[in-house]
């Protein structure tokens, strides 16, 4: 199981669509968790979303 970013599943930087393409969930899905943590734990989802937008690499495929 490798994360990459999503060249596919992109509304912003991938990194929801990458997750969404690694565990073959939805992605709209994945961006709705995504929007329920960031309300319920403020900046830090958004501060982990940045890092992993960072260090991801691109899909190579």
């Known amino acids: 199981m490798k994360f990459y970013l999503s060249e596919t599943n992109k509304k912003l930087g ?12 939805e992605p709209s899905i994945v961006r709705i968790i995504f929007i329920l943590l960031v309300l ?6 958004l501060i982990i979303y940045m890092v ?3 260090i991801l690499p691109k899909q190579s495929w």
Do not use: D, N, Q, S
């Not at 319920?40 to 989802?45: A, E, K, T």
């Open 14 to 25: 991938g990194v929801c669509g990458g997750i969404a393409e690694t565990f073959h969930f």
């Open 40 to 45: 319920m734990f403020r900046f830090y989802p």
């Open 52 to 54: 992993l937008w960072a």
